[in-house]
Structures are given as C-alpha cells and as structure tokens.
C-alpha cells in the first residue's frame, strides 16, 4: 500500500506545526507570486500552484527564471522593505522539499521527497510533456531526505507515463 502524504510528512523535519506550514505556503505565494509557466517556476507547492521565480515582482523583465532555489529563506521578509514581515522561522531549501514541494530544474528534471499530491501529480504530468517537448539532453529525478539525495532516476527518452509510474513504485517500495 502506498504511504499517504501526511504518513511522509510526519517523517519529515518534524518541527513544524500544520498552521506553520500553511503560514509558510502564504508566505511564499506572498513573496515570490505565482506563474502558470514552468520556465518561471521554482517550486509546484501541495496545492499545485508554481512559485514564480522570475523575479518579475521585485522588477524583472519577467522573461527567465532570475531566483535561485535557495531563496526560499526569503519568504518571511517583505521584498520591497526588506523588513521581516512573520515570526515564523523561514526554511531552508531541503526543508521545503522535505515538506512536499516539488523543485523544478526546468527542462532537465525535478527533485522531490514525498509522493506527489493528486494536484502535484496533474501539474508535474503537464511539467513532463513540456518538458519532453524541448529537451532532447535526457531527464532525471532526484528524491531527497533531509537534504540528502537517497535515489536518483536518470531517463535517456522523457514519457510522461513511465516516470510516474517508476515515482509510484518507489514510493510504494519505500512503505514497505
């Protein structure tokens, strides 16, 4: 049986409360905006909605990704004042992950260390066929635990199909 979402988060650093982690998501949609564009996108968050890191709202052209991943311990502070906006205790990169946000490496692939959520797994399906479209150079996963990559897929062709089939497997085999 595969493991539930919840089941891996309880795993996961384990030092924030549910209120924490919707103030954090908040937060991060707050800072950096939302894109339907996986050029753009940093991170597709639970809910299925991609973090823009195109730094369009802190004045980029808002043609390319400008941010970095690790920008991610920024969500806590306003952009414009660069005051500290939460008393939350911003997270750092393999703690967002960890959470169950998706990073995007677009066209090349994407690092993840919970099963996707029913809207991650429609998003990431969408993210797949893109990036199958323009990228001839392979495509890879790397699944990662507290900052640690413990598995890593490598794919020559890019179908949609069998990555999530072989990201299903994994983490049916993980429960066990």
Not at 65 to 83: S, V
Request: charged share 30%; net charge negative; aromatic share 14%.
């Amino acid at each position: 049986m595969i493991k539930k979402f919840a089941e891996f988060i309880e795993e996961s650093y384990g030092n924030r409360t549910p209120d924490e982690i919707v103030e954090m998501d908040k937060l991060a949609i707050r800072y950096f905006g939302t894109t339907k564009s996986f050029k753009l996108g940093g991170y597709v968050m639970r809910d299925g909605t991609i973090l823009d890191f195109s730094e369009s709202n802190q004045g980029s052209d808002g043609l390319m990704r400008y941010g970095d991943h690790r920008n991610i311990n920024r969500i806590n502070y306003d952009y414009e004042t660069d005051k500290i906006i939460s008393d939350i205790e911003e997270p750092d990169i393999w703690e967002y992950i960890d959470l169950g946000n998706i990073r995007l490496n677009y066209p090349n692939g994407f690092d993840l260390s919970q099963p996707m959520t029913p809207e991650q797994e429609q998003v990431m399906c969408r993210y797949i066929q893109d990036c199958a479209r323009i990228n001839r150079n392979g495509f890879y996963i790397t699944i990662f635990k507290e900052g640690k990559a413990i598995d890593h897929f490598d794919y020559d062709k890019i179908y949609v199909d069998m990555i999530m089939r072989d990201l299903d497997n994994y983490f049916n085999n993980a429960s066990n």
